[in-house]
T-cell receptor
Framework: GESVGLHLPTLSVQEGDNSIINCAYSNSASDYFIWYKQESGKGPQFIIDIRSNMDKRQGQRVTVLLNKTVKHLSLQIAATQPGDSAVYFCAEMLWGTSYGKLTFGQGTILTVHP | GAVVSQHPSRVICKSGTSVKIECRSLDFQATTMFWYRQFPKQSLMLMATSNEGSKATYEQGVEKDKFLINHASLTLSTLTVTSAHPEDSSFYIC???????????FGPGTRLTVT
């Protein structure tokens, strides 16, 4: 149900800086992880994914790092732009038995200043 | 490709009335769709999994008689909020599963306000 008074963590950066957004996931058995970007009033937008048999994956300007030992996921955005300002969520999935059910993390508000 | 739409994008209704939200996969067929609810400044919470031709599977704490889900075709799932109350005001988001279970495509969301 609703968590009263919960506020999302925030990260404020200058345009051109690199951003690192962190996420602690909950299920050590999860084997697939995704980062989503959500702009105000819109649905989540896929950024990058990683499987549990990898510890790093790179995309265009983004890198995802996975540390299964401590159940930690991070998203690195290079040369952050004002258009990157949004809420970023990590999500985890337990393949096979959960029919693709995603469990979303808390989210981080990224604000990029020109 | 892989576009998911929702209708309406915004709806305001009076307390006690019912509201239906549609989720459509526009250019692909989706055996499985998911419904999420998102309160302001919070994360997405899965409400239910909708499977074409069968009953939906609800997450713990979600009332199936209040949130009616119908997945009558491979491109359409509907969520009906029955006897809506102000506490049901939220952002409702659907997603549709692609060819692979790990591929999920999200709709743009529906903002429900109950007065």
């Amino acid at each position: 149900g609703e968590s009263v008074g919960l506020h999302l963590p925030t990260l404020s950066v200058q345009e051109g800086d690199n951003s690192i957004i962190n996420c602690a996931y909950s299920n050590s058995a999860s084997d697939y992880f995704i980062w989503y970007k959500q702009e105000s009033g819109k649905g989540p937008q896929f950024i990058i994914d990683i499987r549990s048999n990898m510890d790093k994956r790179q995309g265009q300007r983004v890198t995802v790092l996975l540390n299964k030992t401590v159940k930690h996921l991070s998203l690195q955005i290079a040369a952050t732009q004002p258009g990157d300002s949004a809420v970023y969520f990590c999500a985890e999935m337990l393949w096979g038995t959960s029919y693709g059910k995603l469990t979303f993390g808390q989210g981080t508000i990224l604000t990029v200043h020109p | 490709g892989a576009v998911v739409s929702q209708h309406p994008s915004r709806v305001i209704c009076k307390s006690g009335t019912s509201v239906k939200i549609e989720c459509r996969s526009l250019d692909f067929q989706a055996t499985t769709m998911f419904w999420y609810r998102q309160f302001p400044k919070q994360s997405l919470m899965l409400m239910a999994t909708s499977n074409e031709g069968s009953k939906a599977t609800y997450e713990q704490g979600v009332e199936k008689d209040k949130f009616l889900i119908n997945h009558a075709s491979l491109t359409l799932s509907t969520l009906t909020v029955t006897s809506a109350h102000p506490e049901d005001s939220s952002f409702y988001i659907c997603s549709a599963e692609g060819r692979e279970a790990y591929e999920q495509y999200f709709g743009p969301g529906t903002r429900l306000t109950v007065t």
